[in-house]
Structures are given as C-alpha cells and as structure tokens.
C-alpha cells in the first residue's frame, strides 16, 4: 500500500492497484496504489479511510479483461460489481444471510466481476461471461469498503486483455497504453 499525496477533503480519491496503472496521472488528486487482489484493495482503502481526513468520494481506477466482445479498447464505469470467487448462494443456504451480494453503482456501463483470479482461460472466461462483461481483481473489494463508509464511491475500468489464453502477455504489452487512456479519463471526468 502506498498513498501518493495527501487526502484533500473537498477532492477525490483514486485507488489503483500497481503503479504501472498510475503511470500517467497528472490531475494532482492523492492516488491510493493498494496491491494486486481483494484483500490488499480492501486493507488499503479501509486504512487510508479511517485514518482521515475522507475525501469527498473515491475512484477506483484500472485495467479489466473484457470477458465478452465490444468492450476491448474503451474506457467503462461500471454499473455494478459481484465477486465471482465467493460462493454467494451456498453461503446463504448454510447461513440464511447472503454475504458479497451484488453492489449497484451509479455507472451505466457494463457489469464487473471481481476475483482473486487472473483470468487467462477460455473456459473461465466463458463461465464468468454468463453473469458480467468485464472482469478484475480489486473492484469489488474497493466498493465494498468505500460503501461502508458512506462515501460515493466509481469503478472506471480499461480493458487492457480478452480474459482468454495469452492474457497475461496482452496485459503486460498494454498496460501503459490502458495508464494513458484512465489518466485522460480523469482529466476530463473529474
């Protein structure tokens, strides 16, 4: 976790993984990198946020497999997150309580899944395709801690890879060009 800047309480705060996403930001708003994965996404958020000062709300910014075709090459905010890699239904039957339920946001793009899992399969990518349209390793996690809170709270995701065989080899080439397009995303949008 490493927190770039300080927390200004009337401006956002961006959370991105790795600093390879980060490369281009020059909106001089704090840039929180948190580490690959749910755990390290929501341990960064929640400690950045108790300790204070809060910002006004917190952007989640980074790349995404597109899971389906027509996603490839744009800049998304995502409509609503769900946690692929939590077994949602079967909690609930042992449980009666449903625990990492889908999280509405106030995107109108497409659906993310979350999961601490770097998708690089067809057959995994065909599965996740039946319920989202693009998939990461942070979003969820972010929203949840930033929800709790009470904060607004965007998921903004470029889509850096197909999800499919090779995706790790396609991230790796495309990640600064994907930097490029969120940094212009959050000098126009924020």
Avoid at 21 to 27: N, P, Q, V
Avoid at 85 to 101: E, I, P, R, W
Wanted: charged share 20%; with cysteine; hydrophobic share 45%.
């Amino acid at each position: 976790m490493r927190l770039i800047g300080e927390i200004d309480p009337t401006r956002p705060l961006l959370v991105l993984a790795v600093a390879e996403e980060a490369a281009h930001l020059t909106s001089g708003l704090p840039v929180l990198l948190t580490g690959m994965g749910k755990v390290n996404a929501a341990t960064a958020v929640a400690t950045v946020l108790a300790r204070g000062p809060r910002p006004t709300a917190v952007v989640n910014l980074g790349t995404a497999g597109a899971l389906k075709p027509g996603f490839a090459g744009v800049t998304h905010e995502v409509s609503s997150v769900i946690q692929h890699d939590l077994d949602s239904a079967m909690l609930a039957s042992l449980t009666g309580v449903t625990y990492g339920g889908p999280i509405g946001l106030t995107g109108r793009g497409p659906v993310l899944a979350t999961g601490d899992l770097f998708v690089a399969d067809e057959a995994a990518r065909a599965r996740l395709a039946e319920e989202a349209d693009l998939v990461d390793m942070e979003g969820y996690a972010v929203a949840q801690a930033v929800r709790q809170t009470g904060l607004p709270v965007r998921l903004v995701k470029h889509v850096s890879d197909d999800a499919g065989e090779g995706a790790a080899k396609s991230w790796r080439e495309s990640v600064d060009d994907c930097a490029k397009e969120l940094a212009r995303w959050a000098a126009e949008n924020l």
